[in-house]
Each structure stands twice: as C-alpha cells, then as structure tokens.
C-alpha cells in the first residue's frame, strides 16, 4: 500500500511539472524588418515596421537603424540618391538587413531633373541668334530655357550652316570634334548665379549634349514663335540634366547688343559666355 501511495504522488508530482511547462510564454527568437516600399523618387519618406517570428508588431519598441546609425521613429527621409542598409534592433534581437533605394525622379512637365535628384521648372524661353561666323561657314544660336521668377537657366548652344537662316526641327548632338554641322556645342545651367553645369565645350568637361527641336513655329512678326524642346546633358564628372520645354520663345538678337548694354538688360536671362574655337572651317 505504502508503495502505491508513494507511486501516486510520484505521478502527481511528474504530472504537475509537465502542467506547468505547458502553460509558459513562448519567447520570440528573431525579428524581421520591412518598409512599406523599397525604391521611391528622391525626396520620399520610407517607414518601417517590425515583427518578431510569433508574429507581434514589435514596431513601437523596436529601434531603427539606416547605415549603422539609429533613427528616431519608423519614418527616414534620405538626403540624397541612392541605397541604403536598414536594420532593426528590438530587446536583444537584431533583424538581418534590408535595402531600400532613392532614384532620380521623372522630369517634370516644363522643368527638368539634375543627377541629384534636383527639379525645376520653366516657364519661358528665348531663340537668340548668338554670333555670326559665316566667313567660317556657321552661325552660332542658342536655345534660353528659364523660370521667369526662380531663375533657373539652361542654355543649350547650336551651330549651325550659315545657310541656314536658324535652327530647325531635328536633334542637334554634341560632337567632341567640334566638326560637323549642325550640333550641339555647348550647355550651360544656372539656378540664378549658381552654377549647377559650367559652361562647357570641346574637350573641357561636356560628355554628351542632346537637344531635339519640334513643332517650331514662326509668327509673322519674326520675333516670336512656339516650339518644343527635349534635351538631355551629361558632363564627364557624371552629372545629368534631362527636360523639357513646349510654349512660346522670344527672338533676341544678341549680335546687336554690346557687352554694356547686355550686363544691363533686365528683360530676359541670359549668361554672357566665351566661345571654344571651331577650328573646322564648313
């Protein structure tokens, strides 16, 4: 009797212990990280969540690092283009990692993106017959894309025949030899008097130029017209400009204003260059 008695409370006590085990918290052995997108336009917002593998939202109590260095809260703008590594520390468990990514954004309707992730925007050109070289065999004009009241400024430079009495419909593309007509010859961006592009060409620091002129039209008077630009810069340090331009241009001819009056005129923006020499004689 004594050992059936000894065997029962044995299995009580066995029993008790089983009992117990089975009514402990499971404990969280991981944690994973997600953002709710992985690749957005420069100058997005990124947000991160956590959750442990029990599947609880650890997001309130989890801390956020992007490149190594903690974040405060779940939200991360980053400053400039390209990737970055985001991981999440909750307790003593750390996520393994994940990439999330900022891209150039689209070029805007009339503006135009840089490398950096910069937009502007245009409101207003000029079709300005620049210098005469026809003893040469070539005329230079420019293409004046600006904003009216912000001052951005691209000026993209075009040689052309003489024969040609101004530059029509067709893509003009930069040619390092600075050999054959047309083409693009050099370009320039401004944002007021900061300079985003030098003034480039020849073999300064311009790797490619490309500028297609469509829909030109002329009014009666000659001295206005619309048209559509499309153009695309790259300098060989790798920065890029890509825009657009469709609306009205102003004819300037800037061969008729000396270097005085041009520093005081106040009704357009345009940026007084000097000219590389086209050694070519067409």
Request: negative net charge.
């Amino acid at each position: 009797m004594k050992k059936l008695l000894l065997f029962l409370s044995m299995a009580c006590a066995i029993s008790l212990v089983s009992c117990g085990d089975d009514d402990e918290d499971p404990v969280a052995t991981a944690i994973t990280v997600s953002s709710d997108v992985t690749s957005a336009e420069y100058g997005s917002t990124f947000t991160f969540t956590a959750e442990d593998d029990l599947g609880n939202d650890v997001t309130s109590e989890a801390t956020f690092y992007v490149d190594g260095t903690s974040i405060s809260g779940t939200s991360y703008t980053p400053d400039a283009i390209g990737t970055y590594e985001v991981y999440a520390v909750y307790e003593d468990l750390t996520s393994t990692s994940i990439t999330i990514e900022t891209v150039v954004p689209a070029e805007p309707d009339n503006g135009f993106v840089v490398s950096d992730g910069s937009t502007y925007t245009t409101d207003a050109s000029l079709f300005i017959f620049y210098a005469d070289y026809s003893d040469y065999g070539y005329n230079i004009w420019v293409t004046s894309v600006y904003n009216s009241e912000t001052e951005e400024e691209i000026d993209i430079y075009l040689a052309i025949s003489s024969d040609e009495t101004y530059p029509g419909d067709g893509s003009y593309v930069y040619d390092s030899s600075l050999s054959s007509l047309p083409m693009a010859y050099i370009a320039g961006l401004y944002y007021g008097d900061t300079e985003i592009i030098a003034y480039s060409a020849g073999d300064m620091d311009l790797e490619s130029l490309d500028l297609t002129i469509a829909d030109l039209s002329i009014d009666e008077d000659g001295l206005t017209g619309t048209w559509s630009l499309d153009y695309d810069i790259e300098t060989e340090e790798g920065t890029t400009v890509s825009g657009n331009y469709t609306g009205a241009w102003e004819f300037l001819d800037y061969t008729s204003y000396t270097s005085s009056k041009v520093s005081q005129e106040k009704d357009f923006k345009f940026k007084r260059v000097s000219l590389p020499a086209i050694s070519t004689k067409f």
